[in-house]
């Protein structure tokens, strides 16, 4: 007879400001915790790395908010035209339009992609180096991943609106300024319709170009076709994604190496190393705090706990990547350690779509802030640094360094 989720109170606000601590006291505690999420709904928090790697790929845990029971999902909600993405969807649609992307970040188009990005870093470096001081967040870790991700799909130079400032209105939403998140809903809206309408009618050597090429051409019975709302959704959900994990990924990385100068020199001296201390920081202190949330089809059994079908189901990749059963001395940042496993960028059929394009971005702008800046250092107090107020995105609202 499964047990029932053990009693272990805790304020989500501790999720923010020190996550790794309340989520290891949570772990010892139990496999599983039901508890009130920012929403005033209930939800189920899954802590342990055996549970949370199994129930990343159970069929049985939907990502269809149809699934949800009533009344017990409040959580955000996009217009079709943004929310019809594989973030929201089980197979067979999750197969068939992720089929329809995936080959644009295997690990050879990707690798194809270095010295392009390469090039921006080093655009940008050169735009703050003689300032001597800079936000790196702001003027490095936001405008690469994002430049990156906007030539990929081919969106002009003079297009690219202000996505850092619109995800933030969605991603950390302040029940006291919704219209700021109404209003980015609107940009991010009006935004890929005009986009899309543009290179419907003139089409270009992108990805976007191609997926409207597969939306608009004669497919054939049973062919994989895309729905328009599908199209627009899928394109929001690669800028949206691309642009938002990495930006905090690589900025994660870089407090990482301050916080720890030898290994910083270590890779200085020897950049070769950088692929490997990259899937250690996605490990250690990764950009995503929790997966995104699931529904179970009929009740399910975790951890020895029995979660109701509908009912809110959040999986801490956080908690997971920390569980010291399934990695030595977790809290250590260590770059010879057994990383495999680590459950950074998901597991499963849901796995991170741009895992290869996340990693090698992060890999080039290490390797060119290294090199560049020898005297790279905190421009303020390490207590001073804020996180944003966020229990699923796990991202510094600023960096300030100087050199």
């Not at 470096?125 to 967040?137: I, K, N, Y």
């Not at 529904?295 to 990547?321: D, K, Q, R």
Request: aromatic share 6%.
């Amino acid at each position: 007879m499964p047990n029932p989720a053990p009693s272990a109170p805790f304020d989500v606000s501790a999720l923010i400001n020190d996550p790794y601590g309340t989520y290891a006291r949570l772990r010892e505690a139990g496999p599983v915790h039901r508890f009130t999420g920012p929403d005033g709904r209930p939800a189920w928090l899954v802590t342990r790395y055996e549970d949370v790697r199994r129930a990343l790929a159970d069929p049985r845990l939907s990502l269809d908010k149809a699934n949800a029971a009533r009344d017990n999902y409040t959580g955000f909600s996009l217009p079709p035209a943004l929310d019809q993405n594989l973030l929201n969807m089980d197979p067979p649609d999750h197969t068939r339009i992720r089929r329809l992307v995936v080959k644009a970040f295997t690990s050879g188009r990707v690798d194809k992609l270095r010295e392009p990005v390469r090039k921006v870093a080093d655009e940008l470096l050169d735009a703050v180096e003689a300032e001597g001081r800079t936000d790196l967040l702001a003027s490095y870790a936001g405008p690469l991943p994002i430049t990156v991700i906007c030539d990929l799909l081919g969106v002009p130079q003079d297009q690219r609106p202000d996505f850092r400032a619109w995800t933030d209105a969605m991603l950390v939403p302040d029940p006291t300024r919704t219209h700021l998140m109404k209003e980015a809903i609107g940009n991010m809206m009006r935004f890929f319709t005009e986009l899309i309408a543009s290179k419907r009618a003139t089409p270009g050597d992108d990805l976007l170009s191609d997926l409207i090429a597969v939306r608009d051409g004669d497919g054939g019975e049973g062919a994989d076709r895309l729905s328009e709302d599908e199209l627009s959704s899928l394109a929001f959900l690669i800028l949206f994604a691309g642009y938002e994990n990495t930006v905090h990924l690589i900025a994660n990385a870089v407090l990482a190496l301050l916080d720890h100068p030898v290994l910083m020199e270590s890779l200085r001296a020897n950049p070769a190393g950088l692929g490997t201390a990259v899937e250690e920081f996605m490990r250690w202190d990764g950009p995503a705090a929790l997966a995104i949330r699931r529904f179970p089809l009929e009740n399910v059994e975790i951890g020895g706990v029995t979660v109701p079908a509908g009912e809110t189901v959040l999986l801490s990749l956080a908690a997971a990547n920390r569980d010291p059963h399934h990695f030595s001395d977790p809290d250590r940042l260590d770059l010879n350690r057994d990383r495999s496993g680590h459950l950074a960028l998901g597991h499963g059929i849901h796995h991170c779509l741009g895992a290869p394009l996340a990693r090698m971005e992060t890999e080039t702008a290490l390797a060119a802030l290294l090199e560049r800046f020898p005297g790279l250092a905190l421009d303020v107090a390490r207590e001073e640094l804020a996180w944003r107020p966020s229990v699923r995105a796990r991202g510094l609202i600023s960096l300030p360094v100087r050199w």
